[in-house]
């Protein structure tokens, strides 16, 4: 089932001036939040550490309640109807597992039974995670036994079974190796196209692009940014990024127009405007150089311009 678009677009979440203080005397720790995040939307949460963003999320679980302003899920709100939110919602934490004596196995078939399944259909789920996540081999381990990225796996997994409509994932491919990851980004590609709502947290800006529609930074407790990618990445500056590695080592001179950012090793990275590029191109014998590669502003560009 694909996202509505236009006028029929459902909001999932609707967080409208929120605010946290864990001291009375202290920073907020967020501040004046506002953002929605629309049915069916593959939504990014980014910033720097101790920004906020956990601390957000768990908000819009209800989990901690704000000191002000309001979080409504498909209109409920998140503290008074604690409950919903649970049937709503599945979230996958950045650490810890209450589960930690139990067998995989037990920890999805009773996390599904929770949420409301049948016996029957709990094992049914069971499998069928198991299967989606290609975590076959760690069936009968003891989650404490598990390595780290086992274990994200497995929080994935308790996250999205009894397919709740919306997830909220915190850094969930934290700890994966290369194949995991690309395995773990597909399922989400996939569970986003059937409809899906999920927000994501990551501090990975270049992975996170290839998926989310919509992106929030932010910093010190406040949203810096939000919107698309694309039309966040039009504010910036037009030039191109350019990544030199000189063959041995042998100089090149790089017209004056090439702006040198760093220089490591055989490593150049500078900054070149589109206009230039031709002449570059002509001016400079690329054969002369292992690698060159040209790239457009990037989320991880927009990142840093916020953060910055
Ligand atoms: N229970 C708590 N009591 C007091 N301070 C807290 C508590 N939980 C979080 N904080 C503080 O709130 C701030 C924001 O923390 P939070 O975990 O929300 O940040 P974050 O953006 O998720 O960071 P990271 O990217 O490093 O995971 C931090 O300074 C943190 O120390």
Redesign the pocket.
């Known amino acids: 089932m694909a996202a509505p678009t236009g006028a029929e677009q459902l909001i999932a979440y609707e967080v409208v001036g929120v605010s946290k203080r ?2 009375p005397t ?1 920073a907020p ?2 501040d004046d939040i506002t953002f929605s995040v629309a049915q069916g939307e593959f939504f990014g949460l980014l ?12 908000q819009m679980i209800g989990l901690l309640k704000s000191d002000s302003g309001s979080i409504r899920l498909f209109g409920h709100d998140v503290v008074a109807e604690s409950r919903f939110v649970g049937t709503q919602v599945g979230y996958m934490p ?1 650490t810890a597992f209450a589960l930690n004596s139990l067998r995989v196995c037990e920890a999805l078939y009773f996390t599904a039974y929770l949420r409301g399944l049948s016996s029957k259909q709990a094992r049914r789920q069971r499998d069928l995670v198991i299967d989606r996540l290609d975590i076959g081999d760690c069936r009968n381990k003891v989650v404490r036994q598990m390595s780290g990225g086992e274990r994200r796996l497995l929080q994935l997994a308790v996250a999205i079974i009894g397919d709740p409509p919306v997830l909220i994932l ?2 969930p491919t934290n700890e994966l190796d290369p194949v995991r990851r690309r395995q773990v980004w597909d399922l989400l590609r996939g569970l986003n196209h059937d409809g899906r709502t999920i927000i994501l ?1 990551t ?1 990975n800006a270049l992975e996170a692009e290839q998926v989310i529609e919509r992106v929030g930074i ?1 910093r010190d ?1 406040r949203m810096v940014g939000l919107g698309q990618p694309g039309e966040l990445k039009r504010r910036l500056p037009r030039s191109l990024t350019l990544d030199i590695t000189l063959r041995d080592g042998t100089p090149v001179d790089l017209p004056n127009y090439v702006v040198v950012q760093s220089r490591h090793r055989d490593r150049v990275t500078a900054q070149i405007e589109l206009e230039d590029l031709p002449r570059l191109v002509a001016e400079v014998d690329l054969r002369e150089l292992l690698e060159f590669r040209l790239q457009f502003k990037t989320l991880e560009d927009v990142y840093f311009d916020h953060v910055q």
């Open positions: 864990f001291s202290g720790v967020n910033g720097s550490n101790g920004a906020g963003k956990t601390t957000l999320i768990k950045q915190d850094e947290i501090h932010m407790g």
